[in-house]
């Protein structure tokens, strides 16, 4: 079993930044991939930016530029660099970790989520 406990959200105005973290423990063996995904009310939960153990880094278009996802192996922990920030990254934040198996489905993981809100 792996936990993942986010912290790191809040009250921010527009342009300004927040830095989210994400600690895994338990079972953080094997672990593949791990990211950012968020949902605001009334829509569908959206991916972020991951990050793979080997450092390869994907964002989703609407952030690109703003936000950076950085892993620290030693630490077990994930965290995600929000600038710039405006209105509609207002959001639920959640963190996920992929442990990606040589036989058998994929493990995927989920923490509880932090709430980032962006308002004047």
């Known amino acids: 079993q792996v936990q993942l406990v986010e912290s790191g959200g809040g009250l921010v105005h527009p342009g300004g930044s927040l830095r989210l973290s994400c600690a895994a423990s338990?079972?953080?063996?094997?672990?593949?991939?791990m990211g950012w995904y968020r949902q605001a009310p009334g829509k569908e939960r959206e991916l972020v930016a991951t990050?793979?153990?080997?450092?390869?880094?994907n964002y989703a278009e609407s952030v690109k530029g703003r936000f950076t996802i950085s892993r620290d192996n030693a630490k077990n922990t994930v965290y995600l660099q929000m600038n710039s920030l405006k209105p509609e990254d207002t959001a639920v934040y959640s963190c996920?970790?992929?442990?990606?198996?040589?036989?058998?489905?994929?493990?995927?993981?989920w923490g509880q989520g932090t709430r980032v809100t962006v308002s004047s």
């Open positions: 990050v793979t153990s080997s450092g390869w880094t």
């Open positions: 338990g079972s953080i063996s094997s672990i593949n991939v």
């Open positions: 996920n970790a992929v442990k990606t198996v040589v036989i058998g489905a994929p493990l995927t993981y």
